[in-house]
């Protein structure tokens, strides 16, 4: 079983910067990718990044490419997400997530969660 913790969100404006952190503990596995995901009101949930641990390639989504990105600490077992230039749009909880050795945006091949952060973004 693994464990994950989101913290780092909170209230920005229009334009700012946020970085959200993951710590996860329990039976990690290096081959294991690392990604986040986000839920906006009354919308699914959709992939954001994602990280190998192991080789740390890197997979964005189109909607935050350029201005999100994803980094791994394998000595503290956490993964960060670093955001810029943040938009009302992005206002949603992001959740972290690991359980497959691919770095995919195919959420079904998650199987572990954390319980979200919420980032809201003002205009």
């Known amino acids: 079983q693994v464990q994950l913790v989101e913290s780092g969100g909170g209230l920005v404006q229009d334009g700012g910067s946020l970085r959200l952190s993951c710590q996860a503990s329990?039976?990690?596995?290096?081959?294991?990718?690392m990604a986040w995901f986000r839920q906006a009101p009354g919308k699914e949930r959709v992939f954001v990044a994602a990280?190998?641990?192991?080789?740390?390639?890197?997979f964005y989504a189109e909607s935050v490419r350029g201005r999100f990105t994803i980094s791994r600490n394998n000595a503290k077992n956490t993964v960060a997400l670093q955001t810029h230039s943040l938009k009302p749009e992005d206002t949603a909880v992001y959740y972290c997530?690991?359980?497959?050795?691919?770095?995919?945006?195919?959420?079904?091949?998650?199987?572990?969660w954390g319980q979200g952060t919420q980032v809201t973004v003002s205009s």
């Open positions: 997530a690991t359980g497959t050795s691919a770095v995919v945006g195919d959420l079904s091949r998650y199987l572990y």
């Open positions: 990280i190998g641990w192991r080789t740390g390639n890197t």
């Open positions: 329990g039976r990690t596995d290096r081959d294991y990718s």
